[in-house]
C-alpha cells in the first residue's frame, strides 16, 4: 500500500487515511466556517448583533463558495474523476462502505488542501447515486461546472451587500433575483432530470434522501430566502429585512 494512499486506492490523490493532516469532511467544514466568519463577526462589529437571515445567508454563500470550487475541480479533473468512479465502484463491492463516508474520513496533507485530484473524489464517490458528474454530456455536470465559473463572483458581492450594504437596496436586490433564481431553477430541474432517466431506481431510498435529496436541498431552500430577502430590498428600498 503506498503511503500516500488509502487502502487498496490507486495512488495520485494525495488523501490518506492516516497520514498526517485533516479529515477530508472536516477540513470542508473549517473551510465554510472561516468564509462566513468574516460576514458574521463584520455584522456583529457594526451593528452589535446577529440577525438570523443575514446569518443563515451568510452561511449559505460560504457553502457556495466552496462548491464552487469543487465544480471547477469537477470541470479540471473531468477525465480523472471517470476513472476514479470506478476506482471507488470496485472499493465499495470490496469493503461495502459507502465511499461517500469513506472518502470525507481520509485525511487530507495540509500541502495539498488545494489540489483538484484529491477534491475530484468528491464528484467520484457522488457519481455512485448520479453518474450524471461522470458523464460530461449530461445536464447535471454541465450546470455544475458553470455554478463553480459564474456565481463565485455575484455571490462574494451579495455577501458583502448583505452585511455592510455597500450597494443601493434596488441593485443588490436584483442582483440577489437572478443568482438565487438560476439556482432555484437548476437544482430543480436536476431533480426532475435524476427522476426523469430513472436514477433514482439504482440506489436506495435512504442514499436518495441524504446524498440527492439533503446535499443538493440549500441551494433550493436557502435560494428561495434569498430570494424573499430580494423582492423586500427592492419593494422596501432599504436593509431593514436584513435588520439595518
Given at each position: 500500500m503506498?503511503?500516500?494512499?488509502?487502502?487498496?486506492?490507486q495512488?495520485?490523490?494525495?488523501?490518506?487515511?492516516?497520514a498526517?493532516g485533516?479529515?477530508?469532511?472536516l477540513?470542508?467544514?473549517?473551510?465554510v466556517?472561516l468564509?462566513a466568519?468574516?460576514?458574521?463577526?463584520?455584522?456583529?462589529?457594526l451593528?452589535?448583533?446577529?440577525?438570523?437571515?443575514?446569518?443563515?445567508l451568510?452561511?449559505f454563500?460560504?457553502i457556495?463558495?466552496?462548491?464552487?470550487y469543487?465544480?471547477?475541480c469537477?470541470?479540471?479533473?473531468?477525465?480523472h474523476?471517470?476513472?476514479?468512479?470506478?476506482?471507488?465502484?470496485?472499493?465499495?463491492?470490496?469493503?461495502?462502505?459507502t465511499?461517500a463516508?469513506?472518502f470525507?474520513?481520509?485525511?487530507v496533507?495540509?500541502r495539498r488542501?488545494l489540489?483538484?485530484?484529491i477534491?475530484?473524489?468528491?464528484?467520484?464517490?457522488y457519481s455512485?447515486?448520479?453518474?450524471?458528474f461522470?458523464?460530461?454530456?449530461?445536464?447535471?455536470?454541465?450546470?455544475?461546472?458553470?455554478?463553480?465559473f459564474?456565481?463565485p463572483?455575484?455571490?462574494?458581492?451579495?455577501?458583502?451587500?448583505f452585511?455592510?450594504?455597500?450597494l443601493?437596496?434596488?441593485v443588490?436586490?436584483?442582483?440577489?433575483?437572478?443568482?438565487?433564481?438560476?439556482?432555484t431553477?437548476v437544482?430543480?430541474?436536476?431533480?426532475?432530470?435524476f427522476?426523469?432517466?430513472?436514477?433514482?431506481r439504482?440506489?436506495?431510498r435512504?442514499?436518495l434522501?441524504a446524498?440527492v435529496?439533503?446535499?443538493?436541498?440549500?441551494w433550493?431552500?436557502?435560494?428561495?430566502?434569498?430570494l424573499?430577502?430580494?423582492?423586500?430590498?427592492?419593494?422596501?428600498?432599504?436593509?431593514?429585512?436584513?435588520?439595518?
Open positions: 503506498k503511503a500516500n494512499t488509502v487502502p487498496g486506492e495512488p495520485g490523490t494525495g488523501a490518506d487515511a492516516t498526517v485533516m479529515p477530508a469532511g477540513l470542508a467544514a473549517l473551510v466556517a468564509l466568519l468574516p460576514g458574521l463577526g463584520t455584522r456583529y462589529y451593528n452589535g448583533d446577529l440577525h438570523i437571515i443575514h446569518s443563515l451568510s452561511l454563500f460560504s457556495n463558495l466552496l462548491i464552487c469543487w465544480e471547477v469537477l470541470f479540471l479533473r473531468r477525465d474523476i471517470e476513472t476514479r468512479t470506478e476506482f471507488w465502484r470496485r472499493r465499495q463491492r470490496e469493503t461495502g462502505r465511499p463516508i469513506e470525507l474520513s481520509t485525511r496533507p495540509m488542501i489540489s483538484p485530484a477534491w475530484a473524489d468528491v464528484w467520484a464517490t455512485l447515486f448520479d453518474g450524471s461522470a458523464d460530461r454530456r449530461t445536464w447535471g455536470f454541465n450546470a455544475d461546472v458553470a455554478n463553480g459564474v456565481t463572483v455575484p455571490t462574494l458581492i451579495l455577501y458583502a451587500a452585511t455592510v450594504d455597500f443601493p437596496p434596488v443588490a436586490g436584483i442582483l440577489g433575483l437572478m443568482l438565487c433564481w438560476q439556482w431553477y437544482t430543480s430541474v436536476y431533480w426532475v432530470s427522476f426523469l432517466v430513472g436514477r433514482q439504482q440506489i436506495t435512504g442514499q434522501y446524498w435529496g439533503a446535499t443538493n436541498a440549500p433550493v431552500l436557502f435560494a428561495l430566502l434569498g424573499y430577502v430580494s423582492l423586500r430590498l427592492i419593494l422596501d428600498g432599504d436593509y431593514g429585512v436584513l435588520g439595518w
